[in-house]
């Protein structure tokens, strides 16, 4: 069994990996989601603590009397050992009196605000200004920088750590459904191989009993009793053949000898020759029927090799030649591109010669027949094109059926089956048969798939 | 006049291939069973055997493997209901020269058996073939007739070395078509009775009767005189 690349795009479409991408996703969803909360309370703890800080010292200061509140900023900041903590005392006009912080803006009192790091001055901080008893402005602030880092620490890890579980569940999705994809390939080519007449394989099933082994069981089943089928009906064809051919030809054997009699009235010869004309077509009819029935019953590929094209046509033209000339038809080979097949030779000349029989019987003294080939890339195309009639176009399928004669097919010779031959030596090989308009007459087209 | 020894287990298909290979003149012995047929085979000379593809007890592939395995080289037609080209693959392969599907017309299976024995008779590296004033030069692949060069198209001289191979022997077009051909289906009777017409018109002559006779309801011959 070949094995064949898996590609990206099929893994995606696996109901395994996008079983696991969704999970993945509301997995990744619930971790940011978590990672977030955690995010929001620890920032919004920091501030609260910053904010408790900052009103402490503004009690402090408050309570102090204006003369000594100069005195007692200078010492707070004598007493932060920290460095974290800024003050400052403005005058109503926003001139600075005291103090290590010079910002120039209004405040809102009591309202504790954020401010953006100066460089040479200070780090990020978080300023709260209250107004002194005589109508100055207190700013009391704390460097904020560890807290920030803090959050764009966590902020880090949020975004790192959804892209390590985006990544991760992608490779867990691809990975989870190599197995199963590989099963679902191998179920796949042994369909195929079962559905070309292989009816000795079954599907594969594994020792863990999941769905698709499950699935496997079932066409299994299924297989058996197609195989049953199958074989009930080439047995009933073996026994025809046997028990009833058998009798036929030993009919046909008596006749003979009753014909070869020395003292034989020269009327019951004539009925007898008769009697195995008509015996002959019987026979006839029963050996092509028979034939069609062991080639759908067949799964044989043992015969099948690869073969240049031209050969074989070649020489199926020199072989109907004689026959289209003595009935006043041209044949002719039609260029012929350098190319192989894959089939068995001996069925596909049987196939061919059906199709050239046709053609020639049924193409008025003086028509034409081309056999002819040509290659695109989906194959090898064979075309029999005939001058005859043709066929109307819902004559075509029912021509394909068993015993099927032509409206105009009356005194032409055939068992009616020859078409029914073509369609089984074709099925068997997975090629495809076409009937068309070859305005005038028909077009028998078999294609056979690009090897 | 030759030995054939027919191993068939129904009597009434063994009935109608001793009558018929009677009827051309050979002495035949019948056993109904696959291991009596090899035991035989192995201890008497015989020239030829018919042997059925379905035997009780020893099948007819393993007694033809049987066979060729002890390098008995006797020309062996396998009868078989079984026509699937598989089957005539597998018979062909086990070592049988022939393969013949039931039901047969016993004539058919005669010129089977002719067909073979001659073979057995013809040595291989001849270099010419002739008949009467018909000269085959198979080595330069030639053909005159009374000395004239008649120009014949590649599958035109197979089919005419095949019937001159077998001068006297009638064949039928089914044989006829599987040997010169190689192929294992029935084409119709017409297709070789063109082929057959176009030879015919290369080398008859107009001051005599055909070499290549028609056998009615039978075939052809090629007749010597």
């Known amino acids: ?451 | 006049m030759a030995r054939i020894l027919v191993i068939e287990d129904d009597p009434a298909t063994a009935d109608h291939i001793v009558a018929s290979l009677q009827a051309h003149g050979h002495v035949t012995t019948h056993v109904a069973d696959g291991a009596l047929g090899l035991e035989r085979a192995t201890r008497e000379p015989f020239d030829a055997a018919t042997l059925d593809r379905m035997l009780p007890g020893c099948d007819g592939l393993s007694v033809v493997e049987a066979l060729r395995a002890r390098r008995i080289s006797l020309p062996v037609l396998m009868i078989s209901a079984l026509g699937d080209v598989d089957e005539r693959i597998a018979g062909l392969r086990a070592g049988g020269d022939d393969y013949l599907v039931k039901p047969f017309a016993p004539e058919e299976m005669a010129m089977r058996i002719e067909v073979l024995l001659r073979r057995r008779e013809d040595p291989a590296n001849t270099a010419t073939l002739q008949v009467g004033d018909l000269v085959i030069d198979l080595l330069r692949r030639e053909v005159t007739v009374a000395g004239q060069p008649v120009r014949l198209l590649h599958m035109e001289f197979r089919l005419l070395e095949f019937l001159v191979r077998h001068a006297g022997e009638t064949l039928s077009r089914r044989i006829i078509f599987e040997q010169v051909w190689g192929y294992y289906f029935d084409p119709g009777a017409n297709l070789i009775n063109v082929h057959i017409a176009r030879l015919r018109k290369k080398l008859d002559r107009p001051d005599r009767p055909s070499a290549i006779v028609t056998v009615k309801g039978e075939g052809y011959r090629f007749d010597a005189d």
């Open chain 1, 1 to 451: 069994m070949p094995i064949e690349r898996l590609h990206l795009g099929q893994i995606r479409r696996t109901s395994t990996f996008r079983l696991t991408a969704l999970f993945g996703l509301v997995f990744a969803v619930g971790v940011i989601a978590l990672l977030g909360l955690i995010y929001g309370l620890s920032a919004r703890e920091l501030t609260l603590r910053t904010d408790r800080i900052l009103r402490v010292e503004a009690r402090r200061l408050r309570a102090s009397s204006p003369e000594t509140l100069p005195e007692r900023i200078t010492s707070a900041l004598a007493h932060s050992t920290s460095g974290l903590n800024y003050f400052a005392l403005q005058s109503r006009s926003g001139e600075p009196i005291v103090g290590n912080l010079t910002i120039v803006r209004s405040f809102r009192f009591d309202h504790p605000v954020n401010i953006a790091a100066q460089p040479g001055a200070h780090g990020p901080l978080r300023v709260l200004a209250i107004e002194a008893p005589t109508g100055e402005t207190i700013l009391i602030a704390r460097d904020i920088a560890p807290i920030v880092d803090l959050r764009r620490r966590i902020l880090e890890i949020l975004i790192g750590s959804g892209m390590a579980i985006v990544v991760l569940v992608l490779g867990a999705g691809v990975l989870l459904s190599l197995a199963p994809l590989r099963r679902v390939r191998d179920l796949q080519a042994t369909s195929r191989a079962i559905a070309a007449g292989r009816f000795d394989l079954r599907m594969p099933v594994s020792t863990r009993g999941d769905e698709l082994d499950l699935f496997a069981g079932t066409v299994n089943t299924m297989i058996e009793e197609v195989e049953r089928v199958v074989a009930q009906v080439k047995g009933v064809t073996d026994a025809v053949a046997h028990d009833l051919r058998t009798p036929l030809a030993h009919v046909r054997g008596q006749l003979e000898r009753a014909i070869a009699l020395p003292d034989a009235d020269p009327r019951s010869v004539a009925l007898n020759r008769a009697a195995m004309v008509d015996l002959d077509l019987v026979l006839e009819r029963f050996g092509a029927l028979l034939r069609i029935s062991q080639l759908e019953a067949s799964g044989r590929q043992a015969g099948f090799t690869t073969i240049p094209l031209a050969p074989l046509l070649d020489s199926l033209c020199e072989l109907y030649e004689p026959l289209a000339e003595d009935a006043g038809v041209a044949l002719r080979l039609g260029p012929i591109p350098d190319a192989t097949i894959r089939c068995d030779p001996h069925l596909l000349f049987e196939a061919i010669s059906n199709l050239l029989d046709n053609a020639i019987k049924f193409s008025p003294s003086g028509g034409e027949v081309v056999l002819g080939a040509s290659l695109d890339p989906e194959g090898v195309s064979l075309t029999v094109r005939d001058t005859g009639r043709g066929l109307a176009p819902h004559e075509r399928a029912a021509a394909l059926r068993r015993f099927y004669r032509g409206v105009d097919a009356a005194g032409i010779p055939g068992s009616g089956l020859g078409l029914s031959i073509v369609a089984a030596i074709v099925h068997l090989h997975g090629f495809t048969l076409e009937l068309g308009d070859a305005a005038p007459g028909l077009i028998v087209r078999i294609r056979a798939p690009a090897a």
